[in-house]
């Protein structure tokens, strides 16, 4: 019988951004998430389509987090059509034992935000992934502010929440680091998890 040894990885977990973002608003979400994680990033266009090379990247990723505005009450269409076509690499088991995450903008305070993150939890799932949550208190007293961090009081991955008229450089920069710090614990998580694998996995 072959006994799987365990082995210390000296290199971070390799992490993927997949968003799209449909004014710019989740694009910025992206690019703090990016920044905290060290992560590549890859926009899903306008027609709902990423290239070939950018599917070999997210099956060389160790880690995954998914992006989309909530609009009527869940992830863009763009984002639901990448989310079909992941079935070619679900059905090759590719993204299992991936590790995955998630965040959303919209511009209303609730507008449904938590069924986005829901739809990305399910497809982290159907892919066999292990998901990774939030561990930033929210800001929920009288005295807190626009730019504290979680002040969306989200525990499953970051919200953002930008009044619908507000451009993408007058996004709440709380939201904006929270997003940034939720990268971090994405890769910090997934390089922890990667070094206690077995090495034959």
Known sequence: MKIATMTQRNSPATTVVIYHSG????????????????AARIGIDSDGNITEKDWETLSGA???VFGSPTYMGGPSWQFKKFADASSQPWFKRQWQNKIFGGFTNSASVNGDKLNTLKYFFLL?????????????????????KRDDLNRMGSYIGPMAQTPADASPEEMSTGDLETARLYGERV??????????RPAND
């Open 23 to 38: 004014y710019g608003h989740t694009e910025r979400m992206a690019d703090a998430i990016a920044e905290g994680a060290g």
């Open 62 to 64: 160790d880690a995954i």
């Open 124 to 144: 982290a799932g159907q892919h066999g992934g292990i998901w990774i949550n939030m561990d930033i208190k929210p800001a929920n007293v009288k005295a807190s």
């Open 187 to 196: 890769a910090m998580l997934a390089s922890q998890f990667l070094a206690g």
